[in-house]
C-alpha cells in the first residue's frame, strides 16, 4: 500500500500497448456481464471474477474455498484467487482490439494534436481513420507523395497502373504507420530551420507542431502510442451493477459503451477469420473505431450513442468533467463522518466560545469516545455491550457523555461558507431540545440569523486536529476579519439598542443633579427608583477605580449619567471612562470639561450646562471593540464582549422599546411640500410643451425636482421626530434601519425604478403611514421584484467569482522569510478627482516599509528600511505629510513559490506578523469574493447621453480580474507630450498630442466626454476620454506597474464605493497571479518555445544557462492573464483538470509527460495529502521534539561510558 504522504510528485503520460497490458489480470473476452439465474459474473465476460478477483471475500467462483485461511490461494477449477472483495476495485482487464484505434482525444481535441504531429489537416485524418479515403503510407518508386490522400477510385487506378509499387492504407492503422515513421528528432530540427524563415500562418503552424514534437521528445512518449492496439477495461466496483427491488438490474453506462466495444471487436477478428471481403471489414473497422470513441468521449464526435428513452450514454470523460464529476464531487468535496446538522436558536446565555448541542446528537457524534470510557470507567465489560448501553441511553451514558464533551472542541459550519469565519470552533454545551444554540456574537462572521438557518457540526477526532480547532479556530480568537483587520464581532440589533438606551442621557429625567459617592450607590439609587439610568449625576472620580485618570482628575468631580456609570463597569481599570462617543474620548481619555476642580462650584448648574451627548451606538462599540483589541488582545477581548452582550439584552429589555403605528409621526409640512413641487413639474412640462427643451432635459429636470422634494422632506420629518422616538433610537443607534426607511414610512417613497434600471418619472407621494394607491402599489412592486431577482443572480455569480479567484490564488503560501527583493512599490493615497478613495494610512499600515522615511521638514527618521509600519508610526507618516512612500509588497516579492514574508506584512486576522505557512492566496480569495454579493449588479445608465455606460459593481469587478476589453472602453495616450489641439471633424473629434519626438492624434467618438483640454500636459497611458480602460493596453504603454497600479486602484473604487474596505494586500495577491507568466517572443538558443508562456523564474534559468555558455538568450514580454486563464496555465495539472476543461487539460499534460510537484492546496487535497499550508508544511511536521529530562539522561549514560 503507497503512503500519501510520502511521494513528491504526480507524473501523467500516455500509456504504451505493454504498460496497458501489465497494468491488467486478463483478458475480457466476452461481452456478458453476470448470469441471471445465479446471479454470478459470466467466465471471461466483463465481470469475470478469475480476471477481477472474487465478489465475496474469501471466497472462490465454484465455492471449493471459503474462508480467511486458504488466503492466497488459486482455486484450481475455476482460477479465482482467494482474496477480499476489495481488490475488485483495483484490478484492472484489457481487451485486445483486432484493429488498431485511434483515440479521440488526440485526434478531436483543439487543435488536434495527431494533426500537428503528422502535418496532416483534422479533416483529412478524419477522412482516413473513418475509412473514407486512403493514404500512401510508403511512396515506393512511384511519383505519388507520402500521406497524400486518395479517394476509392484513385487508390485502384494506381494499384492498377504502379501495382505494390507503394503502400497505401486506411484506417487508424495506416495512421499509426505514419505515426511510427516519424523521426522526431529530425522533425525538430527541420522546424527549427522553418522558425527562422517562415512568416505569418506558416510560422504559427511551425510554433505549435514544434510544441507537440518538442512534447514528445521530452516526455518520451512515442507518438504511435495515440493509437491504440489494446484497450484498458476498468475495474468492476468502478463501474457496478446492482439488483433493483423488482429483480431488474440497474448498471453504470460504461458497462453498454465496453459491450458494444467487445461485440464489435468479435464479430470483426470472426470475419478476419472467414476473410470476408474488404468492404465488410472496413465498415466493421469503422464500427469498432466509433464504439471505442463512444467509450472515451461519447458525443465528441457524430451523435452520440444513447441508451433507453434516448439519454445520451455517460462516457469515461463525462465521469471526469464538471461539478458532478470524479474531481470536483469526489476528489475535492469529501463527506465526512462524526458530523450532524440541526436548525439554530440563539444562545444568549453562552460564553464566546460555547455553543449548545442537543443531547441526542451529542451522543451519537462522541459515539465511539463514549463507549471506550464506559469501558474504561467498568461500566461496560466490553465494547459490545457498552454499545447496547449507549443505543439503550441508560442514565449513565450522560454522565460519561458530560466528562468525554469536557475539552473537546466541535467545528460549527454554516453554508455558504464564504470566508474562513464560516467555519469556527467551540465547546460543546449539552442542552435539551433539538437545536443548536449559537451564540449571538458570531452570527455576523457566519451571515446566520435564526428564521430557520441550519449548521453542520463536525468533531475533530484526532489530537492534533483538536490542538488546531482550541488554538486557532476558537470562536474566541476570531475576533478580527482577516479582509480588513475589523473586528468581526460587534454587537448588533438588541445588544446596541440596550447599550445606546444606557448611555443616552437626559436632562429631564428623575434624579438629576444628585451628586453620589460611590459606584454602588449609583446601583442602589437607581434600583430604588430615585435616579433614573439617563439622569446626569456627579460622582467623585477616585470612585470609578479608572487608573488613567490624572492626579487632578482623581480629585475631582465627574459629570456623568448613572447609565454611563454602569457601562463603564465592565471594561478593565486601565480602560478610559467612556463618557461621549468620540475618537478623542477613547484615545486621550475622558475630555476635560466633564470634571468639576473647584470645591465650592455649583454642580447643578454645571450639570444644566452641558451639552447633550449622544449615547453609545454601532459605530462606536466597534471602535471601542477595536480599541480593546491592540489594549487587551484576544482572551480580554472575548470575556469584554460577553459583558456587552450581557449588558445590552439586559437593558434593552429593560428599555422596553416597542414599534407601534402612532410611532412614525407624518410632518404637517408634507402637503405644501407637494403642491410646490407639482407646481414646479408643471412649469417644465409647460417648456417641453412650448418646444423651449427637450424630452431628455424635461426628464431629466423632472427626476431632479422629485429627489430634491424626497431631500426636503425627509429633512423635515427628521427634525418633527423626538429623540427618545423608539423608532429614532433604533436608527440613531445603527440597531435596525435606517434614514430612507424613516421616509418611506412618514414621508414620501419618492422615485421608484423600472427593471431596466431607468427611473420612472411618476414619484409615489404616499408612505407606508398613509397607505399607497393602486397606482403607487404596483409601481413600486415593480421595482422590489426586480430587487430580489438581482440578489439571487447577485448570489450566484459572486460564488462563482470565488471559485476563480480561490483557483488561481490557491497555491499562493507564505514559503520564506525574507526574499531580499531589490524593488519597492511605490504608494500614494488612491483619489478619483477630489474624492480620496483610500488614503494613504490605510495602503501603508502593517506593511514593511522599502526606503526609509524622513520627517520632510526635520529629517528625523520615521521609520527605517524593512521595519513594520504599524499604526502608530502610520499616523505620524501621515502627520509628516508624506504623500508617497515605497513598501515591500506582494507584487514585487522574488520568492520562488508563493511570497515571503516581509513582502505580505502583517496577517490582519491575527494583528500579528504573518506565519511561514498561511495560505494567504485563498484568504485573499475569500476577502474579495465574499463582500462581492454586497456589490450592486446594475450598469448605472448616464441619462441617455451618447456616451457609453460604464460598468460598475460586481460585473466590473469581473471585468478587472478577468483581464477582458471593458465596456465604454476610453481611449488613451500613447505618448508623454502636451494637447495641441481638439479639432472638431463631421461626425467625431481629432485629438492631436504633441510628444518630443513625434505626434500622434486620436479620433473619439462626438458623444463621448473628453478629460483633457487644448494644452494640458499628459503622460503615456493618460486617459483621453471618461470610461474604463483596457488593461493590457496600459501594460503595453505603462508596463507591469502601470497597470498593478490600475486593477489595484479600480478594484478599491468599486469596492469602497460600496462601503466595503478591503485590504490592498488581498488584491495584490490576485494581480500577482495575473501577471506571473510572461511570453516568449524569441527563443533565441534556449530550450524556451517562442510564442508559448512560461515562468519568470524558469525564464530566467534558462537565460542564465545560454548567458554563460555564450549562446543568444530568449527575450520575452509581460503577459496579463485573466483568472480564468491564468488557472488553466498553472503548472499543476491537477489543480487545472479539476477547474475547468478537463479533457482538454488532460489531453495536453498527458503528451507533454507533465509531473505536477504538488505544490498548491488543490493538488494535494485530490490525492489526500496533508495541504502544505500551516501545520502540513514540511517544515512543521518534521519537528523533533525537545524533551529536557532525555537529554540529562543522555549525559548520565555518557559518563558511565567515559568512567568504564
Known amino acids: 500500500m503507497l503512503d500519501v504522504n510520502n511521494f513528491e510528485y504526480m507524473k501523467i503520460g500516455l500509456a504504451s500497448p505493454e504498460k496497458i497490458r501489465s497494468w491488467s489480470r486478463g483478458e475480457v473476452k466476452k461481452p456478458e456481464t453476470i448470469n441471471y439465474r445465479t446471479l454470478k459474473p459470466e467466465k471471461e465476460g466483463l465481470f469475470c471474477e478469475k480476471i477481477f478477483g472474487p465478489t465475496k471475500d474469501w471466497e472462490c467462483h465454484c465455492g471449493k474455498y471459503k474462508r480467511v485461511r486458504y488466503k492466497g490461494v488459486v482455486c484450481d477449477r475455476c482460477g479465482v484467487e482467494v482474496t477480499r472483495a476489495k481488490v475488485r476495485r483495483e484490478r484492472m482487464g484489457h481487451i485486445e482490439l483486432a484493429a488498431p484505434v485511434s483515440h479521440i482525444w488526440y485526434f478531436k481535441g483543439i487543435p488536434s494534436r495527431m494533426g500537428l504531429a503528422l502535418d496532416m489537416s483534422p479533416r483529412s485524418l478524419e477522412e482516413i481513420i473513418y475509412f473514407a479515403s486512403y493514404v500512401v503510407t510508403d511512396p515506393g518508386e512511384t511519383p505519388l507523395e507520402k500521406k497524400q490522400l486518395l479517394s476509392e477510385k484513385e487508390y485502384r487506378s494506381y494499384r492498377e497502373k504502379y501495382g505494390y509499387g507503394f503502400q497505401a492504407g486506411m484506417g487508424a492503422e495506416a495512421v499509426k504507420k505514419l505515426l511510427q515513421d516519424i523521426d522526431v528528432e529530425k522533425e525538430l530540427v527541420f522546424l527549427k530551420e522553418e522558425l527562422r524563415t517562415a512568416q505569418g500562418q506558416r510560422r504559427n503552424r511551425a510554433i505549435k507542431r514544434l510544441e507537440v514534437i518538442e512534447a514528445f521528445r521530452n516526455s518520451g512518449n512515442k507518438p504511435e502510442w495515440m493509437v491504440m492496439d489494446v484497450l484498458p477495461v476498468i475495474p468492476p466496483e468502478l463501474r457496478p451493477m446492482v439488483q433493483l427491488d423488482g429483480g431488474r438490474f440497474a448498471t453504470s453506462d460504461l458497462n453498454d459503451l465496453y459491450r458494444r466495444v467487445i461485440n464489435r471487436n468479435n464479430r470483426l477478428k470472426r470475419l478476419l477469420d472467414l476473410g470476408a471481403p474488404d468492404i465488410i471489414v472496413q465498415n466493421e473497422k469503422r464500427m469498432l473505431q466509433e464504439a471505442v470513441d463512444a467509450l472515451i468521449d461519447n458525443g465528441r464526435r457524430g451523435r452520440p450513442v444513447t441508451g433507453p428513452g434516448n439519454r445520451p450514454l455517460k462516457s469515461l470523460s463525462h465521469m471526469l468533467k464538471g461539478k458532478q464529476g470524479r ?36 451522543l451519537e457524534l462522541f459515539k465511539p ?71 449571538p456574537l458570531v452570527c455576523t462572521a457566519y451571515n446566520a440569523d435564526f428564521d430557520g438557518d441550519q449548521m453542520a457540526v463536525h468533531v475533530p477526532l484526532s489530537a492534533e486536529a483538536q490542538a488546531e480547532a482550541r488554538i486557532l479556530m476558537l470562536a474566541s480568537g476570531n475576533i478580527l476579519n482577516p479582509k480588513d483587520g475589523k473586528p468581526v464581532v460587534t454587537p448588533s440589533q438588541d445588544m446596541v439598542l440596550g447599550t445606546f438606551y444606557l448611555t443616552m442621557d437626559n436632562k429631564e429625567e428623575k434624579g438629576t443633579g444628585m451628586i453620589l459617592r460611590t459606584v454602588n450607590e449609583a446601583l442602589s439609587a437607581y434600583q430604588r427608583g430615585v435616579a433614573g439610568l439617563h439622569a446626569r ?40 471612562y467612556i463618557n461621549e462617543a468620540t475618537r478623542k474620548n477613547l484615545f486621550e481619555g475622558t475630555p476635560e470639561e466633564y470634571f468639576v476642580y473647584e470645591k465650592g462650584a455649583d454642580i447643578r448648574a454645571i450639570i444644566d450646562s452641558l451639552p447633550i451627548a449622544g449615547g453609545v451606538g454601532k459605530d462606536y462599540l466597534g471602535h471601542i471593540i477595536a480599541r480593546c483589541f491592540e489594549t487587551y488582545h484576544t482572551t480580554e477581548t472575548s470575556v469584554i464582549l460577553d459583558k456587552i452582550k450581557q449588558l445590552g439584552f439586559t437593558y434593552s429589555t429593560r428599555a422596553g422599546v416597542t414599534v407601534a403605528v402612532s410611532d412614525v409621526i407624518v410632518p404637517v409640512e408634507k402637503d405644501e411640500i407637494l403642491h410646490a413641487s407639482d407646481a414646479k413639474v408643471d412649469v417644465v412640462t409647460t417648456q417641453y410643451r412650448r418646444g423651449l427643451i427637450t424630452n431628455e432635459e424635461r426628464y431629466d429636470r423632472v427626476i431632479d425636482i422629485w429627489s430634491k422634494t424626497k431631500d426636503e422632506i425627509t429633512e423635515v420629518l427628521m427634525k418633527s421626530m423626538d429623540r427618545f422616538n423608539s423608532i429614532m433610537l433604533m436608527v440613531d443607534s445603527k440597531a435596525r434601519g ?58 450566484a455569480d459572486s460564488g462563482y467569482l470565488t471559485r476563480r479567484l480561490v483557483d488561481v490564488a490557491q497555491d499562493v503560501i507564505v514559503r520564506e522569510e525574507d526574499c531580499g527583493t531589490d524593488k519597492g512599490f511605490s504608494v500614494a493615497k488612491i483619489q478619483d478627482g477630489k474624492e480620496v478613495i483610500e488614503d494613504l494610512y490605510d495602503r501603508i499600515e502593517g506593511r514593511y516599509c522599502f526606503e526609509t522615511v524622513r520627517h520632510p521638514e526635520t529629517g528625523a527618521v520615521i521609520v527605517n528600511r524593512n521595519e513594520l509600519i504599524d499604526s502608530d508610526k502610520a499616523s505620524a507618516i501621515v502627520a509628516a505629510g508624506v504623500e508617497k512612500l515605497q513598501i515591500r509588497s506582494v507584487l514585487s516579492c522574488r520568492a520562488r513559490h508563493g511570497v515571503c514574508k516581509i513582502c505580505y506584512g502583517r496577517n490582519l486576522a491575527t494583528g500579528k506578523h504573518v506565519e511561514i505557512g498561511e495560505a494567504v492566496g485563498i484568504i485573499a480569495a475569500q476577502s474579495i469574493g465574499e463582500p462581492g454579493t454586497q456589490l450592486t449588479m446594475r450598469t448605472f445608465h448616464t441619462g441617455g447621453v451618447a456616451g457609453d455606460d460604464i460598468t460598475q459593481g460586481l460585473p466590473r469587478i469581473q471585468e478587472l480580474f478577468e483581464a477582458r476589453n471593458p465596456k465604454g472602453q476610453a481611449t488613451i495616450s500613447e505618448i508623454d507630450g502636451v494637447v495641441k489641439e481638439i479639432r472638431e471633424t463631421k461626425d467625431r473629434r481629432e485629438i492631436e498630442i504633441q510628444g518630443e519626438a513625434e505626434t500622434k492624434s486620436y479620433s473619439v467618438t462626438y458623444g463621448s466626454r473628453l478629460r483633457v483640454s487644448e494644452g494640458q500636459e499628459i503622460e503615456a497611458g493618460d486617459e483621453l476620454t471618461d470610461g474604463s480602460i483596457d488593461p493590457k493596453e496600459i501594460l503595453r504603454i505603462k508596463g507591469i506597474r502601470g497597470v498593478q497600479n490600475y486593477i489595484l486602484q479600480e478594484v478599491q473604487r468599486v469596492y469602497r464605493n460600496q462601503g466595503v474596505e478591503i485590504n490592498d494586500k488581498h488584491v495584490e495577491v490576485m494581480i500577482k497571479q495575473m501577471l506571473r507568466k510572461i511570453r516568449i517572443v524569441d527563443a533565441g538558443e534556449t530550450t524556451l518555445l517562442p510564442g508559448a508562456f512560461s515562468d519568470i523564474h524558469e525564464y530566467e534559468a534558462a537565460n542564465k544557462v545560454a548567458i554563460l555558455s555564450g549562446k543568444e538568450p530568449a527575450v520575452a514580454k509581460p503577459v496579463l492573464l485573466g483568472i480564468t486563464k491564468a488557472s488553466l496555465e498553472t503548472d499543476s495539472f491537477l489543480s487545472a483538470a479539476s477547474f475547468q476543461e478537463t479533457t482538454r487539460v488532460l489531453t495536453d499534460a498527458a503528451i507533454k509527460g507533465k509531473v505536477d510537484k504538488l505544490l498548491g492546496l488543490k493538488e494535494n487535497v485530490i490525492i489526500g495529502k496533508l495541504i502544505p499550508a500551516g501545520t502540513g508544511m514540511n517544515r512543521y511536521r518534521s519537528v523533533t521534539y525537545a524533551d529536557p529530562e532525555l537529554k540529562t539522561a543522555d549525559a548520565k549514560d555518557m559518563e558511565t561510558v567515559t568512567v568504564e
Not at 459550519?413 to 431540545?433: D, M, S, W
Open 327 to 362: 474531481f470536483r464531487q469526489n476528489l475535492l468535496g469529501k463527506r465526512v463522518d462524526y458530523s450532524g446538522r440541526s436548525v439554530i436558536v440563539v444562545g444568549p446565555y453562552l460564553k464566546m466560545y460555547q455553543c449548545g448541542l442537543p443531547k441526542k446528537m451529542a
Open 369 to 439: 469516545f463514549v463507549m471506550k470510557e464506559l469501558v474504561n470507567k467498568g461500566l461496560a465489560h466490553n465494547i459490545k455491550s457498552a454499545k447496547r448501553k449507549v443505543e439503550r441511553v441508560s442514565p449513565e451514558v450522560w454522565d460519561v457523555l458530560e466528562e468525554v464533551i469536557k475539552e473537546h472542541p466541535v467545528l460549527l459550519n454554516r453554508a455558504p461558507t464564504l470566508h474562513r469565519l464560516g467555519i469556527q470552533a467551540f465547546e460543546p454545551i449539552l442542552v435539551e431540545g433539538h437545536a443548536i444554540r449559537l451564540h
Open 537 to 576: 449625576v456627579a460622582i467623585p472620580a477616585k470612585a470609578l477605580g479608572k487608573t488613567n485618570f490624572t492626579e487632578a482628575q482623581q480629585n475631582a468631580f465627574l459629570i456623568t449619567t448613572v447609565g454611563k456609570i454602569i457601562f463603564n463597569e465592565i471594561f478593565p481599570s486601565t480602560f478610559p
Open 738 to 795: 435606517n434614514k430612507s426607511q424613516i421616509t418611506q414610512l412618514g414621508g414620501m417613497r419618492g422615485l421608484m425604478a423600472n427593471p431596466s434600471g431607468r427611473i420612472i418619472e411618476l414619484p409615489i407621494k404616499s408612505n407606508f403611514r398613509e397607505g399607497l394607491t393602486v397606482l403607487e402599489y404596483f409601481l413600486s412592486t415593480h421595482g422590489a421584484r426586480k430587487g430580489l431577482a438581482d440578489t439571487a443572480l447577485r448570489t
